[in-house]
């Protein structure tokens, strides 16, 4: 007859310096639940933990809060179960494969499992558009009269001179205007959309599959009849 992971856990816990039945006082415990082995394994505390992570051989999942989750179930799904191994060495051999082979799709499955049960999908759209306008304009006007009352008189006459020589009457009166203008726009946008669909079926479904996944341990790891 082989060992269950109960007598593991509280061979352990008694390595520990732990006792259920007499404090490190002297007094009787044995009714007061707070010192009770089981007490502990059922809230996991610890102790516990620590245990269960070295039967793993301190193998674990990706995610800290999955591989607690994972290994409580297994915990308390096989507590009083008999090995299928003659010894704890052996039978943590055959657990740790069966863990590693079924690593990756474990991790995937607790990682993915609200998708898997929300059927959702999530998408990001992000679209930047720049826009430069420019607009130049450039406009130059002379205007000059000039008069004069003898006809021996010079006038210049040059149309890119200002000066006016030997005239009664010289106005002159120039312009240039030069217009540069350019208008430029940024215009970021960024869309997030998220879609949960919830569907009960999916999600029994899932259930199936973490049980299905305890099945596998089961038949590796634990004797078939007890």
Not at 50 to 67: G, K, M
Not at 83 to 111: D, G, M, P
Not at 167 to 194: F, G, L, P
Request: net charge negative; hydrophobic share 35%; glycine share 2%.
């Amino acid at each position: 007859m082989t060992t269950t992971l109960y007598s593991i856990i509280q061979s352990e816990l008694i390595k520990k310096g732990l006792n259920e039945f007499v404090d490190t006082e002297g007094n009787l415990v044995l009714f007061d639940e707070e010192f009770q082995f089981m007490t502990k394994i059922l809230t996991y505390d610890p102790d516990v933990q620590e245990i269960v992570n070295q039967l793993f051989q301190n193998v674990s999942l990706n995610d800290p809060i999955a591989d607690t989750h994972f290994k409580k179930s297994f915990l308390y799904r096989f507590i009083n179960r008999q090995l299928n191994r003659q010894t704890i060495e052996a039978f943590k051999l055959v657990l740790l494969s069966t863990f590693l082979t079924h690593q990756s799709f474990i991790n995937t499955l607790y990682k993915d499992i609200e998708l898997y049960t929300t059927q959702g999908h999530q998408s990001n759209t992000t679209g930047n558009q720049l826009t430069t306008q420019l607009t130049e304009s450039l406009a130059n006007t002379d205007n000059r009269q000039a008069y004069a009352q003898l006809p021996q008189s010079t006038v210049q006459l040059d149309v890119n001179s200002t000066i006016m020589e030997s005239a009664n009457d010289n106005t002159i009166s120039r312009n240039k205007q030069t217009n540069n203008q350019e208008n430029t726009s940024d215009n970021a946008t960024t869309n997030n959309i998220e879609a949960k669909t919830y569907q009960l079926e999916t999600l029994l479904q899932t259930s199936e599959v973490f049980e299905q996944t305890l099945d596998t341990f089961d038949k590796k790891c634990f004797l078939q009849f007890w």
